[in-house]
């Protein structure tokens, strides 16, 4: 639980096992991948806690010939240390130096399932067994939902909905929503992203403040929509469909989002749907709506993953060698990955690629880099993604850039497309982020605007008629409210919207739709 790519990280060392019996011993072999401690020679001598965590693959026999073995979702949303099922040992102490002695770790426990959440007034639960998916990875794959229905659900059977769709990572509820007030005896904690004490209980009283306007009267009763879609690589399939991942994007938009209509009386038809999200929920509002755009009446895309890959974080990957290192004339310069509001560098890229590669090898870490790579890249020979870059040197796979460029470089995608799509785009593309984006996902974003400010003029088609914003001194993940810090806005997303939202509806609703049944 204590290894993140934060400077206040644990080490962490890992390997990949095959066909292990129980009682067989293993041994961690010096050539372990290490973070940030690369080898397990260097770690300094002292006194330390050790335990052992197995990560429990599954073999799949996909669609496309290959056979691959990764880690399924278990219902946890892809992560290693929650993961039902997986083994662990109890924490040994053990001395590392000349007097250690070797110590044997027993993989005797075993993480326990996970209850499902229960149904309530507001928040109620849907899964369904994706055909598309399940073909694809020839094993059943499942596709799930939780829903926040608004305040008379329930008392007014014949209304029908607006549906809201809140991409992002994996969650097991509403976080930010919550029906009673904050609890009194809540110990205080403080984040270190926001420099806040107590924000836990900042966190409870804006749920409550905004379960208290969503059940308000003359709030727009709409539905509300996060989507549950982990799978082998990540806590989130992207929401598009990929040669690694599968038909994610047609599942979710063919599958699952009708069946969310039909059971929670959705209205179903494009102009009542919208998309909103931050970060990789960003990348994804504005991908899905760019790759189907009458499916969508509205992308709200905070802080997103980069949209161009001539500013992948740090890094042109279509004119930079080296994904570590800007090569100057007699010297290297390493690249950051991660920055604190200061400016100052939490985590180099190399170091970054160094934690995933601990985690598991053939981009089966789980984490940031594997899924953009597991997503956007084409399949390797072993059938695996192929890399984009190689994880020891850096070195940047310029054929895999193209590859990546020709089907999910989103900016490169309008500039191609915008006389054919721009029409169906005109006002539905909204971008916000912080001009000191921890990740540096502002500088992808400057790119986009540069072109977006280039339509309506001659020769490039219609204005796109949308917005770019942008919060001075802002982290990420800022999402659009100058008002608030980024610490209270994050907790906002399913309210500050709703004015476009409604505003856009207004003008956009076709004759004849219904636009006053769910205005009760």
């Known amino acids: 639980m204590q290894i993140n790519d934060t400077p206040r990280s644990q080490i962490v060392f890992g390997m990949t096992v095959d066909g292990v019996k129980p009682g067989q011993p293993m041994k961690l072999e010096a050539n372990a991948a290490g973070y940030p401690v690369r080898k397990l020679a260097d770690v300094p001598e002292g006194d330390y806690t050790v335990q052992a965590v197995l990560n429990i693959y599954q073999t799949f026999h996909r669609a496309d010939g290959h056979t691959i073995k990764l880690a399924p979702d278990r219902g946890e949303g892809q992560h290693w240390n929650i993961a039902p099922g997986n083994l662990y040992s109890k924490p040994v102490k053990l001395h590392i130096g000349p007097k250690g002695a070797p110590i044997k770790l027993t993989l005797d426990q075993v993480i326990p399932p996970i209850k499902p959440e229960p149904d309530t007034k507001y928040i109620r639960h849907i899964k369904i067994q994706s055909d598309l998916l399940s073909k694809f990875w020839g094993t059943p794959v499942y596709l799930s939902a939780i829903v926040l229905v608004p305040e008379g659900f329930d008392e007014h059977p014949q209304a029908h909905f607006p549906l809201m769709i809140f991409h992002d990572h994996f969650v097991d509820g509403i976080e930010d929503f919550r029906t009673t007030p904050p609890d009194p005896d809540l110990k205080p904690d403080y984040s270190q992203r926001f420099h806040l004490a107590g924000y836990n209980r900042i966190q409870q009283q804006e749920a409550y403040n905004e379960y208290k306007l969503w059940s308000g009267p003359n709030f727009p009763r709409v539905l509300v929509v996060k989507i549950q879609h982990a799978n082998p690589y990540y806590d989130d399939s992207y929401a598009v469909d990929s040669a690694n991942l599968g038909p994610y994007g047609s599942a979710i938009e063919k599958e699952l989002i009708p069946a969310i209509e039909k059971q929670f009386r959705g209205i179903g038809q494009g102009w009542a749907r919208f998309v909103y999200g931050g970060s990789t929920g960003g990348w994804e509002s504005l991908a899905v709506q760019l790759f189907n755009p009458d499916f969508y009446n509205g992308a709200f895309a905070a802080c997103p993953d980069p949209v161009d890959f001539h500013a992948y974080m740090t890094t042109d990957l279509y004119s930079q060698k080296n994904m570590f290192y800007i090569q100057g004339a007699n010297k290297q310069v390493e690249q950051p990955a991660m ?182």
């Not at 070195?395 to 193209?402: C, G, H, N, P, R």
């Not at 770019?468 to 100058?482: K, T």
């Not at 309210?495 to 219904?514: E, F």
Request: charged share 25%; net charge negative; glycine share 10%.
């Open 339 to 520: 920055r604190d509001y200061l400016g100052h560098t939490l985590i180099s890229v190399r170091d970054n690629i160094a934690y995933e590669a601990a985690l598991g090898d053939h981009g089966r870490s789980g984490e940031q880099f594997d899924i953009w790579q597991a997503v956007y890249s084409p399949v390797g020979a072993d059938g695996y993604p192929q890399p984009i870059f190689d994880k020891e040197t850096g070195e940047i796979d310029l054929k895999v850039a193209a590859y990546w460029k020709e089907h999910f470089d989103l900016n490169a995608k309008l500039q191609r497309e915008w006389t054919t799509i721009g029409p169906k785009l005109r006002g539905k593309i909204h971008l916000y982020v912080g001009s000191d984006d921890t990740y540096f996902l502002n500088d992808a974003v400057y790119l986009m605007e540069d072109f977006l400010k280039t339509t309506g003029t001659p020769g490039v088609g219609v204005p796109y008629e949308g917005e770019v914003l942008y919060g001075p001194r802002a982290e990420h993940c800022w999402n659009g409210d100058p008002s608030l810090p980024n610490a209270y806005s994050r907790l906002h997303y399913n309210t500050m919207y709703l004015p476009k939202i409604m505003d856009r509806i207004a003008k956009t609703a076709p004759a004849g739709a219904d636009v006053t049944s769910w205005k009760y």
